[in-house]
């Protein structure tokens, strides 16, 4: 099993930047596909970005494509989501979910595709 802890949320004005970070603890970190999720009030859970478990392939919701960068540090065992022009449309709470692989570089997109998930961070966008 592995824990998962975002932080890096806060309030930003239109245009700025942020930058998550999702720290994992427990099992090995090189065997999980990470992805990040977002959920505004009165919405439902979104996808925005995703990392193979070998770091090599990504995928981003079409909404983010451009602005918002995931990466990995096996090192530190973190994921990290670079946000940049960020919108008031991008205001949600941000979070982090892993799924153990074996033998595949897969990118899961799909909430239900993750079996481990974080607890949150507000990112909110003033206009």
């Known amino acids: 099993q592995v824990q998962l802890v975002e932080s890096g949320g806060g309030l930003v004005q239109a245009g700025g930047s942020l930058k998550l970070s999702c720290a994992a603890s427990g099992r090995a970190f090189s065997r999980y596909a990470m992805g990040w999720f977002r959920q505004a009030p009165g919405k439902e859970r979104e996808f925005v970005a995703a990392i193979s478990r070998s770091g090599f392939n990504t995928y981003y919701a079409d909404s983010v494509k451009g602005r918002f960068t995931i990466s990995g540090d096996s090192a530190k065992n973190t994921v990290y989501l670079q946000m940049n022009s960020l919108k008031p449309e991008d205001t949600a709470v941000y979070s982090c979910?892993?799924?153990?692989?074996?033998?595949?570089?897969?990118?899961?997109?799909?909430?239900?595709?993750?079996?481990?998930w974080g607890q949150g961070t507000q990112v909110t966008v003033s206009s």
């Open positions: 979910a892993g799924r153990e692989l074996v033998n595949s570089d897969y990118v899961p997109s799909a909430p239900y595709d993750y079996d481990y």
